[in-house]
Structures are given as structure tokens and as C-alpha cells.
């Protein structure tokens, strides 16, 4: 496998040389006991929250590797590198059926914890320039397991989304000297008629360009460019983030049969090199947010081909159905 950057877009593809995947094997790898269970990297037991042990484990087909160098070369005008990284799977509960937003607060707290745990141990490898955390669920999603799980990449570049969005939000900051996503956030709760839920310090709300129906990013009111230094802290409520996530996902599954959940936060930082140069005013410019874009069972017209997104909502009118549904 290797990395290959498109010199137009300078989006990275992922070009592996294996033309099927292994076939799975008989048990859940995530089901405890299971006998061909993957390596675990970090676990984090029952406290005293009355939640199961959550637990990272090492990818059982990863897209990147731990070992090695990057080994970034030119080919000619274009630009390849090894698939060097960090691919790990967040087993949120040890039940097969039970989902994040069947689980408890404290059981999705916990899993946040580790999460941030993880992202932030991946960070002191100066190889990696960004690290996420990620869940597909719904087989429309591209689901892998079907045990309860989602994924954490780190990676040896910035993914071109969250590249836009951190040069936008630098531009936007050298401009005004605030935070797009503060100004952006305030605006809302001032005439909410996009917000579906606060949480105490959590919002969630329906962005007003939507590239998708329902599209929902949950983010916090308080400015902090970084996720794991938010969760990390003493001072987070962190059961109004998890309880907040799974009424939002109780939401989006009343409306979507699958869904992305994706975390953007703000780049490893820890590089004393030029990157952290490049990235100075991250924490003021940047604001860590959560992005979930539901997959409906009626797929919209497949205009992102052009590059311009069509939904057939807009997000009041998405906010407001979102608002009316029950959560539990
Ligand atoms: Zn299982
Ligand atoms: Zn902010
Ligand atoms: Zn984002």
C-alpha cells in the first residue's frame, strides 16, 4: 500500500494493492473471549460509573501502519509516501448489541475518555500530523464490524477537509481576531431556529449550509481548539457531552439508516518543527466539533459529483424536525 497526493486537489489517496480482503472469521474479534480478539493497546475498566471496560485494539486489517518512516518521495511532479500511521478500533462496549446510543452516559462518557486518551498518546509521535476518531455505522456507511465500535487514524498528513477548515478558520482569525466556530455559534443561539439541543456547555445544531439532510455537528459553547485537552481537563461535564451524543444519535437513527460520525480537532501540535509554526494561532482559530452526516434510506440526487451538494432539506426545517423527535 501506499499514499499517492492528487497535485491538484493535494487530497491523499490511499492506493492499496490487495484486490479483496481477507474473509472474516467466525467469531466477533470484539466479543470478549473471542479467539482471534486483536492486540489490545489501552483499556480503561469499570469505575466506580457502573459502565463496562472499554478498550483500544489494534485494527485487525489497518490502513496505516505503526512501524517505519513515511519516507516521503517525488515521483516526478507527484508526491507518494508509505502508509505510515495509526489505525485502532474503540470496542465501546463489550455487548455485541448494544450501541453508543443505546448506552448509558457513563458508559459513553467513558468511552470518550479513552478516546481522547488514545488521540492524545498517538500526538507525542512527532510522525503524525493528525489524528481522529471516526464511526461508520450502517451498512450505506461502509459499517466494518458489526460489533459496537468506531476507529481512531493517526496520520502522517492533515485530511483535506479538516485542511480547508483550519486554513479557513486561520484566515478567518487573521482577519477578525476571533473564532469562526465562536462567532458562528453565537449567531445560532441567538435566533436558534437551527439548534436542536443544548446540553450545558454542548450544542448541537443543524450547520446552515448543510451538505447533507440532517447533516448535525455537535460542538462545545466555550472555546477549545483541541478535544483531548477538553475531555482530559477537571473541569469538563462530560456526561452533558455523552448524554447530548446519544440523544443526537437517537435522532439522526429516527430519520437516517446510516450514519459518518467524525471528530475534527485541531492538529498535532506537539511538532516543534515548522508545522507548529505553520499552526500558531491554532488554539484561538480553531474549535474541536463533531460532525455526523446521516445516510437516509431514500438516497438524494448523487450531485456531489460536481462538487456542489444538493439536499432536499434545509437545516431549519431539518433542526426543526430533529428537535420534535423523542430521546430517551
Ligand atoms: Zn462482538
Ligand atoms: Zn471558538
Ligand atoms: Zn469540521
Known amino acids: 500500500m501506499e499514499l499517492r497526493k492528487d497535485p491538484i486537489t493535494r487530497s491523499w489517496v490511499i492506493v492499496a494493492d490487495d484486490l479483496e480482503k481477507p474473509a472474516p472469521a467466525g467469531y466477533c474479534p470484539f466479543c470478549p473471549g473471542s479467539p482471534n480478539a486483536p492486540q489490545v493497546i489501552a483499556s480503561m475498566s469499570a469505575g466506580d460509573s ?21 519516507h516521503r518521495r517525488a515521483e516526478g511532479i507527484y508526491d507518494a509516501m508509505n502508509t505510515v500511521g495509526a489505525h485502532e478500533v474503540v470496542v465501546q462496549s463489550v455487548r455485541h448489541d448494544i450501541e453508543l446510543w443505546q ?24 510522525r503524525f500530523k493528525y489524528v481522529t476518531l471516526f464511526k461508520n455505522y450502517g451498512s450505506a456507511a461502509g459499517q466494518e464490524f458489526s460489533h459496537p465500535v468506531s476507529e481512531i487514524t493517526a496520520t502522517t498528513f492533515v485530511p483535506r477537509r479538516v485542511l480547508y477548515e483550519l486554513r479557513a478558520s486561520r484566515d478567518y482569525y487573521y482577519d477578525k481576531e476571533r473564532c469562526v466556530f465562536c462567532d458562528t455559534l453565537n449567531q445560532e443561539l441567538r435566533n436558534p431556529v437551527r439548534i436542536v439541543e443544548t446540553h450545558g ?33 477537571k473541569t469538563v461535564q462530560l456526561h452533558d457531552l455523552a448524554a447530548l451524543i446519544r440523544h443526537t444519535l437517537q435522532r439522526v437513527m429516527s430519520v437516517a439508516e446510516a450514519f459518518h460520525m467524525v471528530l ?10 515548522n508545522i507548529l509554526q505553520y499552526w500558531k494561532t491554532v488554539d484561538e482559530d480553531y474549535h474541536w466539533h463533531i460532525e455526523i452526516l446521516p445516510i437516509l434510506a431514500t438516497r438524494p440526487k448523487p450531485y456531489f459529483l460536481k462538487e456542489v451538494y444538493y439536499t432536499s432539506i434545509a437545516s431549519e426545517a431539518a433542526a426543526e424536525r430533529l428537535r420534535k423527535l423523542e430521546t430517551r
Not at 472499554?54 to 485487525?60: D, F, K, N, R
Request: net charge neutral.
Open 50 to 70: 457502573g459502565a463496562g471496560p472499554v478498550m483500544a485494539m489494534v485494527h485487525p486489517a489497518p490502513l496505516y501502519r505503526i512501524e517505519g518512516e513515511p
Open 201 to 233: 456547555n454542548y450544542v448541537s445544531l443543524c450547520p446552515f449550509a448543510s451538505r447533507l439532510p440532517y447533516e448535525i455537528w455537535i460542538m462545545p459553547r466555550r472555546h477549545e481548539a483541541s478535544f483531548e485537552r477538553a475531555i482530559g481537563s
Open 264 to 273: 475534527h480537532t485541531a492538529p498535532n501540535t506537539y511538532q516543534k518543527s
Open 103 to 126: 448506552s448509558s452516559d457513563a458508559e459513553i462518557a467513558q468511552f470518550l475518555s479513552l478516546a481522547a486518551q488514545r488521540i492524545h498518546d498517538l500526538k507525542r509521535d512527532i
